[in-house]
């Protein structure tokens, strides 16, 4: 197994054209993060799923973003007319339900609208 | 107030220096991780830790569940360091709250 992998690592979009991202967990990790992170800030939970089911929502989670786990493997994050200020860094983790069980992170999608 | 405090923001370090990262937290967790980016972007989690202290190599994390603070030590400090250092609390779904990161810079 080869980590968290994202795609794409970088993406760069007129302002109101939709993007999409799309993170492969490790295999056996049952549960999908989709965090999101701004210049000089940690990152801020966006949503999270459970198999293919997605359980949380934050309420940064506009109407325009929409998340999918269709198969309980790969996710898909979509961001509908994008905004200058949906540039960040899209951050992707993974873990196996339970505390003990450690957390990876993919390398991030660094999305830039301008 | 932010749900996870980090102190300090900024660090500058001389090579060698024995280096101090706190991290405080008003929520109640299951664990608390200390987590490694660089530039670019990616993120390395360091440790997980529910009680007592962990050590690997020159870092060490302790953690205090009554007093809800944790702190990351680095002793002989090295420009490899450079980094910012994320201190994330997990919650009981979890999911990860993040303080908003000490930026360290090491000059030899």
């Known amino acids: 197994d080869t980590g968290v992998s994202q795609d794409p690592r970088h993406k760069i979009t007129k302002r109101g054209q939709n993007v999409t991202f799309r993170c492969d967990p490790i295999?056996?990790?049952?549960?999908l993060y989709w965090y999101r992170q701004t210049l000089g800030q940690g990152p801020e939970f966006l949503t999270y799923?459970?198999?293919?089911?997605?359980?949380?929502k934050s309420r940064l989670l506009s109407d325009r973003f929409s998340a999918e786990r269709p198969k309980g493997s790969f996710s898909t994050l979509e961001i509908q007319r994008t905004e200058q200020g949906d540039s960040a860094m899209y951050l992707c983790?993974?873990?196996?339900?339970?505390?003990?069980?450690?957390?990876?992170f993919g390398s991030g999608t660094r999305l830039t609208v301008v | 107030k932010n749900e996870v405090e980090q102190s300090p923001q900024n660090l500058t370090a001389q090579e060698g220096e024995f280096i101090t990262i706190n991290c405080s937290y008003s929520v109640g967790i299951s664990a608390l991780h200390w987590l490694q980016q660089h530039p670019g972007g990616g993120i390395v989690s360091l440790f997980m830790?529910?009680?007592g202290k962990k050590k690997h190599g020159r870092l060490i994390a302790t953690i205090n569940i009554q007093e809800k603070h944790s702190s990351l030590h680095i002793t002989a400090s090295h420009p490899r360091d450079s980094a910012v250092y994320i201190c994330a609390v997990r919650s009981n779904t979890d999911k990860l709250i993040f303080g908003t990161g000490t930026r360290l810079q090491v000059f030899p």
């Open positions: 295999s056996e990790h049952n549960r």
């Open positions: 799923f459970q198999n293919e089911a997605q359980l949380e």
């Open positions: 830790l529910s009680s």
């Open positions: 983790a993974s873990s196996l339900s339970g505390t003990g069980s450690g957390y990876t």
